[in-house]
């Protein structure tokens, strides 16, 4: 009698609590329905060399193994693949990607070679890219980065080159084609002004303060003819309105969020604690830019946008086995996300992917025993209070440590999110966004 009352109040508990969780879940399709009816924005985040590993040092550091990241409470996820072609049998993978050919795989939609821009391999045909569908159908276009602008990530987005290397009219020797006295389009730095991107932040000022081939024009001036306003540090940026701004925050690649040691062979570096607030405050944040350009295109057409954002330096510190610093580039480019998430709150109609290119080195490994241990290391007092090991061994000492071909996270908010699951190509993400804008 007794068991028989206890399931019969098991089974109150257990109505009691699922009717009203699935009349909630039922409330929250119904309103995703209505909310997503209509997708107008698209903000795509991209974390370079922000793979799994990464991502989970970045947590267990400042936010403890229980703690979450902003990026982690985004509903939908799934993963992707990124490997590239080969450029003399693209119909052949090649497993570990460069930054070049995966980003424009998700910008073009289409598989290329290692260190082309949006073009084909072997045939080197130019591949239309999202930003430039974008524009054709009336949005506004942004593409920001806490690298030179002409890096891969962002030249991705808008240009098209047979080199990522060639990327100011003075680095042209990889690209004679694509010279504009040969008919080409130029350089990336070139196109990106000559494309007329609402929206470009980032560095990259050495670049953009070259003279123009055959000209007496640099490209700052070059941009200002085109209707752009040109700023070069953070209160210029904060002030700048029009349809058309170009920031250029530093001559090369932005300054560094943290500052730590580097990974040493056994013992290893540390046990340390990473320096913080370490960005000049002349230079804005990823967060502080992302913010800008969400201001910006919101005024510049009344269709939408669609935004590339990418914390670049995550890859460039693993590779040069800087833990502290690869992970404030992550926290960094975490804060960015919690932008993006705090503007689809008050604008649903807006798609939030967040993922990365390619993983990278960094692996969370035991407490090394003896000098055998392979590679380089260092100990970081964690935000928990432990020890945590990183581990960069993917390359002999004295070398930059190397992508690897693993297939890496992506998650996603907003109208169209629910497609983001199971294993996908880096090449869908395209698809994806160009149904969810209705781009063709």
């Given at each position: 009698m007794r068991r028989a009352r206890t399931i019969g109040l098991l089974?109150?508990?257990l109505v009691t609590i699922a009717v009203p969780a699935v009349l909630f879940a039922k409330s929250l399709l119904t309103a995703e329905s209505k909310t997503y009816k209509q997708a107008k924005k698209?903000?795509?985040?991209?974390?370079?060399?922000?793979g799994d590993s990464e991502i989970t040092l970045a947590r267990n550091y400042?936010?403890?193994?229980?703690?979450?990241?902003?990026?982690?409470?985004?509903?939908?996820?799934?993963?992707?693949?990124?490997?590239?072609?080969?450029?003399?049998k693209p119909h052949r993978p090649e497993y570990v990607t460069s930054s070049a050919a995966s980003a424009s795989g998700w910008s073009t939609g289409e598989k290329t070679s290692n260190r082309r821009i949006s073009t084909t391999p072997g045939t080197d045909e130019d591949l239309p890219t999202l930003l430039e569908l974008a524009q054709k159908a009336g949005y506004a276009t942004g593409d920001i980065t806490t690298?030179?602008?002409?890096?891969?990530?962002?030249?991705?987005?808008?240009?098209h080159v047979s080199d990522r290397d060639c990327r100011s009219p003075a680095e042209m020797k990889a690209c004679p084609k694509d010279k504009k006295s040969a008919g080409g389009p130029g350089s990336i730095a070139e196109q990106e002004i000559d494309h007329k991107v609402n929206v470009l932040l980032g560095g990259g000022k050495k670049r953009f303060s070259q003279v123009?081939?055959?000209?007496?024009?640099?490209?700052?001036?070059v941009a200002q003819t085109r209707g752009y306003t040109v700023v070069t540090d953070t209160a210029g940026m904060q002030k700048a309105q029009g349809k058309h701004v170009l920031g250029l925050f530093h001559d090369a690649d932005m300054s560094l969020e943290w500052k730590g040691e580097a990974a040493r062979p056994y013992p290893g570096s540390g046990p340390q604690t990473c320096q913080q607030n370490q960005r000049p405050a002349n230079e804005p944040s990823l967060a502080a830019m992302t913010l800008k350009a969400l201001e910006l295109l919101q005024k510049s057409s009344e269709k939408g946008f669609l935004l590339q954002v990418e914390g670049a330096s995550i890859d460039k510190q693993s590779h040069i086995m800087s833990p502290c610093q690869q992970i404030g580039e992550t926290i960094a480019f975490d804060s960015a996300v919690k932008v993006g998430l705090d503007f689809a709150q008050t604008h649903p109609e807006t798609l939030i992917?967040?993922?990365?290119?390619h993983g990278q080195t960094a692996q969370i490994i035991q407490k090394p025993e003896d000098s055998k241990q392979p590679g380089a290391f260092s100990k970081l007092i964690t935000k928990?209070?432990?020890l945590l090991y990183v581990s960069y061994a993917t390359a002999p000492q004295g070398k930059a440590q190397s992508h690897t071909g693993t297939q890496v996270r992506i998650a996603a908010i907003g109208p169209n999110a629910q497609k983001v699951s199971g294993v996908l190509n880096q090449t869908d993400i395209f698809d994806l966004i160009v149904e969810t804008l209705k781009l063709r």
């Open positions: 089974v109150t508990i698209v903000i795509l985040f991209l974390g370079d060399g922000m400042a936010v403890g193994a229980a703690g979450r990241l902003s990026l982690d409470r985004l509903p939908f996820v799934g993963s992707v693949t990124t490997y590239a072609v080969q450029e003399e690298a030179d602008l002409t890096d891969a990530t962002p030249a991705a987005a808008v240009a123009i081939e055959n000209g007496n024009k640099t490209l700052m001036e992917l967040v993922m990365a290119d928990d209070g432990s």
